[in-house]
């Protein structure tokens, strides 16, 4: 649905260049919640201005719905039009909410409409249904200032959908709301995403954003991608910073002699109580030293750290059963405390 090839951006200003993209292949599915995270300055805002060619890229291309927007932007007047019309149909949600402070909720939502030439009665019936939608019917005439930070970004999105856009972009949305209306914002994405199909690329930088959400994502840093796929995916993925840095599992060695394993769950697995199952089986005694589980996407994923008595070697047998339960097993080597953390984890992913 979105896809982008070797983007590059490099601004250029009083004689400073700074690259902000560097050759960014981005593919965005259609119908998924896929989420781009990284540290300020990674070029995450930098992806998504370009990605609705809001900023022009340096090279690369950037094809949403099918349609070449690089292709349009910026030669002659036909190219023009087609540009701004293929840009109504990607809805942008901004961090601070960007609303016309001395219009209504309403009038603030047909705002684009009226930018698209719709009649005042098109306008007004739009307006009023996606304010139903985002449930904010009684706030019509409303004025921004008398709404809360919640409701002023369920207006920033029912205005993002008046083009009936097949696409929503958003660019921390929930950065400037409390924990309880994030968590509100984000199940109305997801909401959103399911009964119209709309695919949604989202820039954060908090993993919990993309734990909820999420159905694929990507870790920025530098200008580039150097993570990306399904939440599973990522789980799969021996070494994922992604991955650990959204199940982090912590937890050393109670001694000498005792093997130590990162067990994943995902799919089928989470469900299995192959834990209590090993235990019986080998007759061992198994402790917990770490569990970050949760769900996504519906299914239970997640990751533990167990330790079993004696050496590796010794248990061979016991992992194998893991193994072919379809779990993911990685042995925790020496002495866990001494494990680097994830960069996301060590310095915090802060804006
Ligand atoms: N308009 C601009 N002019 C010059 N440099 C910019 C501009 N916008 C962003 N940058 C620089 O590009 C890099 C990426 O910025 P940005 O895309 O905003 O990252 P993020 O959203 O991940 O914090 C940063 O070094 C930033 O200073
Ligand atoms: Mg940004």
Same mark, same amino acid.
């Given at each position: 649905? +979105?896809?982008?090839?070797?983007?590059?951006?490099?601004?250029?200003?009083?004689?400073?260049?700074?690259?902000?993209?560097?050759?960014?292949?981005?593919?965005?599915?259609?119908?998924?919640?896929?989420?781009?995270?990284?540290?300020?300055?990674?070029?995450?805002?930098?992806? +998504?201005?370009?990605?609705?060619?809001?900023?022009?890229?340096?090279?690369?291309?950037?094809?949403?719905?099918?349609?070449?927007?690089?292709?349009?932007?910026?030669?002659?007047?036909?190219?023009?039009?087609?540009?701004?019309?293929?840009?109504s149909r990607i809805g942008m949600v901004f961090q601070h909410f960007n609303l016309l402070s001395s219009r209504t909720v309403q009038d603030n939502?047909?705002?684009?409409?009226?930018?698209?030439?719709?009649?005042?009665?098109?306008?007004?019936?739009?307006?009023?249904?996606?304010?139903?939608?985002?449930?904010?019917?009684?706030?019509?005439?409303?004025?921004?200032?008398?709404?809360?930070?919640?409701?002023?970004?369920?207006?920033?999105?029912?205005?993002?959908?008046?083009?009936?856009?097949?696409?929503?972009?958003?660019?921390?949305?929930?950065?400037?709301?409390?924990?309880?209306?994030?968590?509100?914002?984000?199940?109305?994405?997801?909401?959103?995403?399911?009964?119209?199909?709309?695919?949604?690329? @989202?820039?954060?930088?908090?993993?919990?954003?993309?734990?909820?959400?999420?159905?694929?994502?990507?870790?920025?840093?530098?200008?580039?991608?150097?993570?990306?796929?399904?939440?599973?995916?990522?789980?799969?993925?021996?070494?994922?910073?992604?991955?650990?840095?959204?199940?982090?599992?912590?937890?050393?060695?109670?001694?000498?002699?005792?093997?130590?394993?990162?067990?994943?769950?995902?799919?089928?697995?989470?469900?299995?109580?192959?834990?209590?199952?090993?235990?019986?089986?080998?007759?061992?005694?198994?402790?917990? @030293?770490?569990?970050?589980?949760?769900?996504?996407?519906?299914?239970?994923?997640?990751?533990?750290?167990?330790?079993?008595?004696?050496?590796?070697?010794?248990?061979?047998?016991?992992?194998?059963?893991?193994?072919?339960?379809?779990?993911?097993?990685?042995?925790?080597?020496?002495?866990?405390?001494?494990?680097?953390?994830?960069?996301?984890?060590?310095?915090?992913?802060?804006?």
């Open positions: 649905m +979105i896809t982008t090839q070797g983007l590059t951006k490099v601004y250029r200003s009083s004689g400073r260049e700074v690259t902000a993209l560097d050759g960014v292949d981005l593919h965005v599915r259609e119908g998924e919640v896929y989420g781009v995270i990284g540290q300020s300055g990674a070029g995450k805002s930098s992806l +998504i201005r370009c990605v609705n060619l809001l900023e022009r890229p340096t090279s690369g291309t950037v094809t949403v719905a099918g349609q070449d927007l690089t292709a349009l932007a910026g030669r002659g007047t036909r190219a023009g039009k087609q540009l701004r019309e293929a840009r939502i047909e705002l684009p409409l009226e930018i698209l030439g719709k009649s005042g009665k098109e306008r007004s019936a739009k307006a009023l249904e996606l304010l139903d939608l985002v449930g904010l019917a009684d706030k019509a005439k409303a004025y921004p200032a008398q709404l809360s930070g919640g409701q002023k970004q369920r207006v920033g999105i029912a205005r993002a959908l008046a083009g009936d856009p097949k696409v929503l972009l958003s660019d921390e949305a929930t950065s400037a709301l409390d924990p309880e209306t994030t968590r509100s914002i984000l199940q109305l994405l997801r909401d959103l995403n399911r009964q119209l199909g709309l695919t949604v690329l @989202l820039i954060t930088h908090e993993m919990d954003v993309v734990k909820t959400v999420c159905d694929s994502a990507a870790l920025m840093e530098r200008g580039q991608i150097v993570e990306s796929g399904t939440v599973s995916e990522l789980l799969a993925t021996p070494g994922s910073e992604l991955a650990a840095a959204l199940f982090p599992v912590g937890g050393d060695a109670s001694g000498a002699d005792r093997t130590v394993i990162d067990v994943t769950f995902h799919g089928e697995s989470a469900t299995q109580p192959v834990i209590s199952q090993l235990s019986r089986t080998y007759n061992v005694d198994i402790s917990i @030293l770490g569990a970050a589980m949760d769900t996504v996407a519906g299914k239970q994923v997640g990751r533990m750290r167990i330790e079993l008595p004696g050496r590796y070697e010794d248990n061979v047998v016991p992992i194998g059963f893991l193994r072919e339960q379809g779990l993911q097993v990685e042995r925790v080597q020496g002495d866990p405390r001494h494990d680097e953390p994830s960069v996301l984890l060590k310095e915090g992913v802060t804006k």
